[in-house]
């Protein structure tokens, strides 16, 4: 809060990182990947690494890695999500609880030279994404994603 707003009592709203640390304790898996697609879709790196663990958070963190993807990405919307404990996926050491989901949803693109990333493709598409905690009343976090 700035010297004004701490003399007047006016509060600088929230957030939305800050807003989803303090409830993603309790959040399941796919609300964890919903929040994650609405935090691209805002461009916040602080609110898309919220979402993610500390070792994926820590590959994507430098501006010239994820500024790339997140900038290239115009609208991303999850259509679908459902459990999929059968899929090819490794799991990630050192977290009790390990959930994969499979998220069915659509990227709209920055148009042209304002697309960063080449590798993104528009419209529906579908990923596996791998969630970890470390236990009960630990956050879900996204530990991987892909196919």
Do not use: C
């Amino acid at each position: 809060m700035n010297l004004l707003g701490r003399i007047f009592g006016r509060r600088q709203p929230e957030s939305p990182a800050a807003a989803w640390l303090r409830r993603r304790a309790q959040a399941q898996p796919a609300e964890v990947v919903a929040e994650h697609f609405r935090a691209i879709e805002a461009h916040d790196l602080e609110w898309i690494l919220a979402t993610l663990t500390p070792e994926r958070a820590r590959l994507y963190s430098s501006p010239t890695t994820l500024d790339r993807r997140r900038l290239s990405v115009k609208a991303a919307r999850v259509t679908r999500v459902e459990p999929a404990p059968d899929a090819p996926v490794p799991r990630a050491p050192g977290y009790a609880e390990q959930q994969v989901l499979r998220v069915e949803y659509e990227l709209e693109l920055a148009p042209g030279e304002e697309r960063r990333d080449p590798t993104l493709v528009e419209g529906p598409q579908w990923a596996y994404f791998l969630l970890v905690r470390e236990g009960d009343g630990k956050p879900w976090l996204i530990a991987d994603w892909g196919r």
